[in-house]
């Protein structure tokens, strides 16, 4: 589904245009629910996969998106990719079910405004809210420590964070049991470069196997 305001002109001074972006309902309307006790926000658009988010773009101007990471069609990161490309003024306070050492920094180094568990308190979120939509970042306190650690580079990172957004898409869609056919096909790209993305993450990995990879995305809770 695909939800937008009809009134496709720029915000009122002083009101925020919301564009939530979750594939389940219950959570949508949670939102809408926390967000209308903060009269500075409107949601005005919604939408339930990647590939509906991406549309709207196109369609209407938002001052904040939230976006979840698990998404039927385009996923997270690549309707980030896309917010990126075609409006990069837009901040994207991702919102999402998986703890911050799973994805945090690679959402935030792929243009995220702000990274937000579901797990967070409604005043949490609305604070979150109004930070990016001011310009601002809003990441946590162990987010911000991991940053400052990877910056100062006083630990070695952990091996998935290492790979390109490309390979990490890649190593979560072996694990999900797709053959490099299928990836092929819903990455458009060719089954020779699927596999030569194949090879570049067993020699990162240092393993040697599709149960090797799959085995480390499930253990590491990079897989749904």
Known sequence: MISESADSAPSATGTVRVLIVDDHTIVREGLKRILADAP????????ASGTEAIELLRKNRWDVMLLDISLPGANGLEVLRA???RVPGLPV?????????????RMLKAGAAGYLTKEGAPAQLVNAIRKVASGGKY????????????????????????????????????????????IAQDLHLSVKTVSTYRMRLLTKLNMKSNAELTHYAIKGGLVD
Request: aromatic share 8%.
């Open 139 to 182: 990441i946590s306190p162990t987010v911000a420590e991991k940053l400052a650690w990877e910056l100062e580079r006083k630990r070695q990172p952990a091996s998935h964070e290492d790979l390109s957004n490309r390979e990490f898409e890649i190593l979560r869609l072996i694990a999900s049991g797709k053959t490099v056919s299928q």
């Open 93 to 105: 306070l991702v919102l999402t079910m998986y703890p911050e050492d799973q994805y945090a920094l």
């Open 83 to 85: 917010v990126k490309e």
């Open 40 to 47: 500075e926000f409107r949601v005005a658009g919604e939408a």
